[in-house]
C-alpha cells in the first residue's frame, strides 16, 4: 500500500470551502488506489455482528477543483444489514482544538478499547493490548472516526491555506465537507446521520450542524465535554456567572474525595443541591459582592467550606470565589496531593516548585495511542508509518476563534449554539445530547446544565446527561456501558 507523503501549503480562501456549489472529488482516484480494508466480527451490546473496518482517504477540493484536504478516517460499517440507506452513521472526532479521534476511537466507541483500572489509586500498567469492547453502537449504527486536517493521518494540500483551516468556521466547513463527500462516495446520503464532538470538538460540531442544515441535514448532535458556551461560564476574573455554574463539579469531586458534607446525600442528590444553590444563593451573593453584608459573606463562606472542603478563610481572602485551578491545588493540598484538571478523581504528588511534574490521569491517557497503533497495524492490516501520525495537528495553537456576531473589539459575540438552533429548524427530528462527567474541571456540569436551560429551542429535544467520570468519562468502564446505551437508545428511536 502506498504510504502518505507530508505535503507542503500553499493558498486557499475560507470561501472556496464552503458547502455550497463546491465540487466532489473521489478519494480512490485522487489517491491511485489508497486505503486498508478488513472484514472481522464481534459481540456488541449481546449480538453478533459482521463488519468491515476502513481506514481510507476522502479528498475535499476548492471550487477551482484542486484538493485542499486528504482526509484519513477509520470507518466501521455493519454487513449484514438489508436496508443500509436507513442504517444511522454516527460521525466522530475529538478536540484540541484540532487532534486525532482516538480518544473517541480508542476510548469509547470502536470495537476495541483500552481498558484501564477501575481503581483510580492503582498504577497503570503501560500495554499496547487493546481489549474487545462489548460497548460499541455498531449493533445499531455504522461508525466514522474523522481525524481533522493536519491531524493523524489527514493532510493539508498543496491547495489549501491552513490558516483558513484553523479557524472555527475554516475547520467546521472543511469536515462538514467530509460528512457530504463521505456520505456520496458510499452511497448514504439517505442514512440517518449524527456527529459525537468532544471538548472542542462540541464548538466544531455545533456549527457544522448548522452549515449541514443547508444541504445534508443532521438527525441529532452529541456533545461530550461541551464547550459550545465557553464564552458564558469560563474563569475570566469578573465573568461572575463562571463561579457559580463551576461551583456544582467542585463539589462533586470534594464528595468523591470525602472533602464535602453530603449529608447522606447521593452524588446526584448532593450535585443538584449545590447547582440550585450556585444558581441563586451563591450567584446573587457574587452580584451584590461589596454590597454584601460581613455577616452574609461568612455565611456564605461557610457554606461553601461545607459544599467543597476548601477553608471558608481562603473563600473570605478571594471575594468568595476558587478558581478551578486553584481548587485542584488546594483540597489535597494538606496532603501534598494536587487533582488532575481532566478526571479529578485522580491525584499526584505537587511539583516541586519550578517544575511542571506529571498529570494524575496521563497514564490512562498514554495508553491511548499505544492500543491504536497496535489495532490499527495488527488487527486492520494498516502498513503506514506511525511516525507521521499526528496526535495534534501542527499550528493548531494559533488558533483562531472568530465572532458570530457583535461590534466588534470588546463588543463581539460568539454563539455557537445558534449553529445549533439552525439545526432544529432544518429537521423536526434532530435531538440533541449533552454527557458531561462531573469530575471534569474543563468542561463542567453547570455550564452543560446552562446551555440547556438558555437554549432556544424545545428543552424536550435536549437529552441532558451526567456521568461519574471525567473530561473522558468513558475511561471509566460503568460509564461507558451507560454512554453507549444513551447514544444507542437516540439513534435507535422511531
Known sequence: MKPIMKTGLAAMTLASLALAGAAVASAQEATDGFGFFSEHTGTFNGERVRYRAALDDTVIETETGAPAVRFVSTAYTRLDVEDRAGRPVIFLFNGGPSVASMWLHMGAFGPVRIDPPEDVTAPVPQ??????????????????????????????????????????????????????????????????????????????????????????????????????NMIETSQRAQNTLSYATNLSALAAIAAFHGEADTDGRSIAEFVDDVHAYAMTTYLDALVRGNGLSEDARVSIARQLEAMTGIDAAYYLENQLRITKRAFVMELLADEGLMLDMYDARYSGPVPEEGSRGSAPYGPVLDLLPLALETHLSETLGVTLDFDDYAIRAPHSGDWIYEPTGGMGGPFDDFNYDASIAQAMEANDAFMLMIGTGIYDTTTTLGPARYLAAQAGYDRDRIILREYEGGHMAYTNEAVLERLTDDVRALVSRD
Request: hydrophobic share 45%; aromatic share 6%; proline share 7%.
Open 127 to 228: 500495554t499496547d493490548r487493546p481489549v474487545p469492547n462489548p460497548y460499541t453502537v455498531l449493533d445499531v449504527a455504522d461508525l466514522v472516526f474523522i481525524d481533522p486536517p493536519g491531524a493523524g493521518f489527514s493532510e493539508i494540500l498543496d491547495a489549501a491555506d491552513s490558516q483558513a483551516l484553523h479557524t472555527v468556521s475554516g475547520d467546521a466547513r472543511a469536515v462538514a465537507r467530509f460528512v457530504e463527500v463521505w456520505s456520496r462516495e458510499h452511497g448514504r446520503e439517505a442514512s440517518p446521520k449524527y456527529v459525537v464532538g468532544e471538548s472542542y470538538g462540541t464548538i466544531r460540531g455545533a456549527v457544522m450542524a448548522g452549515l449541514l442544515s443547508e444541504s445534508m441535514p443532521l438527525d441529532g448532535l452529541i456533545l461530550l465535554g461541551q464547550a459550545v
